[in-house]
């Protein structure tokens, strides 16, 4: 199985935010209330707010294809870096998202590693991510590529307050 992975380009941006909305149901449903997913996918994950962030200068958006199939992206941003880093030179993670139908299969991993080369393109000293304390998946595979926890912050979904461990690979 081919996974190809480009910098994504106006005509990706639905296929994008159709796939957020879609992984991010797939993978937080069965965690939360029904209305703390509604409110938090009408209010932070809205179609036209989804699209519109792949046009947005701070974010790099890379997209992950089998086929002519978009299968996965990563969103990487030049937003706020935690007070945590100081003044370390580094990119977030905003997402790294793959169908649930690609769990294991390279999509993810390939990724990664994109992210980490255009980092180190970038010459960024460091890559972060906030992760769900609770999504172990997400967390195991971050350690694997040698992610580990230096802070906490929370994330609001819907009216449910969670935390989300931030992690942090220097490269």
């Known amino acids: 199985m081919g ?5 994504a380009i106006a005509d990706d ?8 909305r879609k992984t991010f149901y797939d ?10 997913i509604d409110k938090f996918m009408s209010e932070s994950f809205g179609m036209e707010a ?9 974010n790099i958006f890379l997209a992950a294809f089998i086929e002519d199939e978009l299968v996965g992206y990563a ?41 980490i080369a255009l980092a180190m393109e970038k010459n960024k000293q460091c890559v972060w991510l906030g992760v769900w304390e609770h999504n172990q998946r997400a967390i195991s595979f971050y350690t694997k590529f040698g992610f580990e926890k ?12 969670q935390t989300d461990w931030l992690m942090k690979k220097e490269i």
Request: net charge negative.
């Open 3 to 7: 996974i190809t992975i480009k910098y």
């Open 13 to 20: 941006a639905e296929k994008i935010a159709l796939l957020s």
């Open 27 to 36: 993978t937080f449903a069965e965690f939360n209330t029904k209305e703390d």
């Open 50 to 58: 989804l699209i519109k962030e792949t046009s947005a200068p701070e």
């Open 75 to 115: 969103k990487l941003t030049a937003s706020a870096i935690p007070p945590e880093l100081g003044d370390m030179a580094a990119i977030e993670i905003g997402r790294i998202y793959a169908d649930q139908k690609t769990i294991g299969k390279g999509v993810g991993k390939a990724l990664m590693e994109k992210c």
């Open 150 to 161: 230096f802070g906490e912050h929370d994330f609001v979904l819907g009216n449910d307050v």
